[in-house]
């Protein structure tokens, strides 16, 4: 069965500062990794993805992710916070189920960026 | 493009009751998946549909059923409601079962209440 662990429920930044939430996955095979954002009363808007390829994934709105097969993590990061970044962060990995594709989300780590 | 839209946003139902949740994809999405975000958790994956077909279901009970139509909106069925089934619904499409690129776009929820 596939996993996600975020160990940080909230993640406190200043503003300039850079960031990272972090994430590890347990997967057989090879993992297909997302980072999805969800701000208040909102859907989950997607990050980020990594499949193959480069180890570090650039995504939207200056985030970027490092896939360390070894660690089985994939840790987001972005090198200036914003207070428009605070937001609930998920990380997840994608499955085979009963011929389906689903996602299995982490519990979510909340960002504050404080000026 | 045309989002993904849920409707209602809001409901409020009492224990036993039954309920439906609607979903309209993204133009050219053929599959549709819902998950359940109860308080304080990630997403969990209830059921995928591709081309009017459920490919896939989670670790839920059989009183959530579902649909798809031939324009590839859906519907979450729910019966005889819990109060443990208050959570936020969210549906997501995708163009393919497997995700895309941009992986899947999730629309804004419905947020059910049992009381």
């Known amino acids: 069965a596939q996993s996600v662990a975020q160990p940080e429920d909230q993640v406190n930044v200043a503003e300039g500062n850079p960031l990272t939430v972090k994430c590890t996955y347990s997967?057989?095979?090879?993992?297909?990794l997302f980072w999805y954002v969800q701000y208040p009363n909102r859907g989950l808007q997607f990050l980020l993805k990594y499949i193959t390829g480069d180890n570090l994934v650039k995504g939207s709105y200056g985030f970027e992710a490092e896939f360390n097969k070894s660690q089985t993590s994939f840790h987001l990061k972005k090198p200036s916070a914003l207070v428009s970044d605070s937001a609930l962060y998920f990380c997840?990995?994608?499955?085979?189920?009963?011929?389906?594709?689903?996602?299995?989300f982490g519990t979510g780590t909340q960002l504050k960026v404080e000026l | 493009e045309t989002g993904v839209t849920q409707s209602p946003t809001h409901l409020i139902k009492t224990r036993g009751q039954q309920v439906t949740l609607r979903c309209s994809s993204q133009?050219?999405?053929?599959?549709v998946s819902w998950y359940q975000q109860a308080l304080g958790q990630g997403p969990q994956f209830i059921f995928q549909y591709y081309r009017e077909e459920e490919n896939g279901r989670g670790n839920f009970p059989p009183r959530f059923s579902g649909l798809q139509f031939p324009n590839y909106s859906s519907e979450l069925n729910v019966n005889a409601l819990e109060l443990d089934d208050s959570a936020l619904y969210l549906c997501?499409?995708?163009?393919?079962?497997?995700?895309?690129?941009?992986?899947?776009?999730f629309g804004s929820g419905t947020r059910l209440t049992v009381v």
């Open positions: 997501a499409s995708s163009l393919v079962p497997t995700e895309g690129a941009r992986g899947y776009t």
């Open positions: 133009s050219g999405h053929n599959t």
């Open positions: 997967v057989s095979g090879n993992p297909y």
């Open positions: 997840a990995v994608s499955g085979i189920t009963g011929g389906g594709n689903k996602l299995t």
